[in-house]
T-cell receptor
Framework: NAGVMQNPRHLVRRRGQEARLRCSPVKGHSHVYWYRQLPEEGLKFMVYLQKENIIDESGMPKERFSAEFPKEGPSILRIQQVVRGDSAAYFC??????????????FGPGTRLLVL | KQEVTQIPAALSVPEGENLVLNCSFTDSAIYNLQWFRQDPGKGLTSLLLIQSSQREQTSGRLNASLDKSSGRSTLYIAASQPGDSATYLCASMNTGFQKLVFGTGTRLLVSP
């Protein structure tokens, strides 16, 4: 009965390094969403993916950030050349299909990224 | 562009009190409105989801209402308990989009 799994739970990087965050959705879910929670701020949508497709990336910073959800394996959020402002909690959520009005997204525990 | 606001930002009550958390949104073209609970260092747990055609939903001691015309939702917690201490987030999903727009949350502390 595994829910959404994210790893690592905590990640420390120095400025200029790369961060790779992984998300395994609920078994059978084919839709994945990434959100970012900056310190003392609310969660902000970043990107919505289906298997092998990016559907909505309107919340992704234009540079250094990318996301993928391959046919096999977890979804990956990649941050290149991290800066201190990237320090935040990154949450992944999943849903079984295109979300209907009565369906929720299931959230993982988050990855807390700290950039030194 | 949808904006979601939650008031108050923090709330401290003694155990046993009934309380109301408020959420307002600027765009009434919502698909649904959801309330989540977030515990420190943890993920989000869905509490209640109200579809745009509904006025309220209930689960145990929790009741959430939705008034699209005024752009408001409330979460009512009856007979609060120390275990209810957490941050409560409301989030809207607008018609035509698959993303949730979150408020900044209300931090609730229920003291024994």
């Amino acid at each position: 009965n595994a829910g959404v799994m994210q790893n690592p739970r905590h990640l420390v990087r120095r400025r200029g390094q790369e961060a790779r965050l992984r998300c395994s959705p609920v078994k059978g879910h084919s839709h994945v969403y990434w959100y970012r929670q900056l310190p003392e701020e609310g969660l902000k949508f970043m990107v919505y993916l289906q298997k092998e497709n990016i559907i909505d990336e309107s919340g992704m910073p234009k540079e250094r950030f990318s996301a993928e959800f391959p046919k096999e394996g977890p979804s990956i959020l990649r941050i290149q050349q991290v800066v201190r402002g990237d320090s935040a909690a990154y949450f992944c959520a999943s849903s079984p299909s295109k979300q209907g009005a009565s369906e929720t997204q299931y959230f993982g525990p988050g990855t807390r990224l700290l950039v030194l | 562009k949808q904006e979601v606001t939650q008031i108050p930002a923090a709330l401290s009550v003694p155990e046993g009190e009934n309380l109301v958390l408020n959420c307002s949104f600027t765009d009434s073209a919502i698909y649904n409105l959801q309330w989540f609970r977030q515990d420190p260092g943890k993920g989000l747990t869905s509490l209640l989801l109200i579809q745009s055609s509904q006025r309220e939903q209930t689960s145990g001691r929790l009741n959430a209402s939705l008034d699209k015309s005024s752009g408001r939702s409330t979460l009512y917690i009856a007979a609060s308990q120390p275990g209810d201490s957490a941050t409560y987030l409301c989030a809207s999903m607008n018609t035509g989009f698959q993303k949730l727009v979150f408020g900044t949350g209300t931090r609730l502390l229920v003291s024994p």
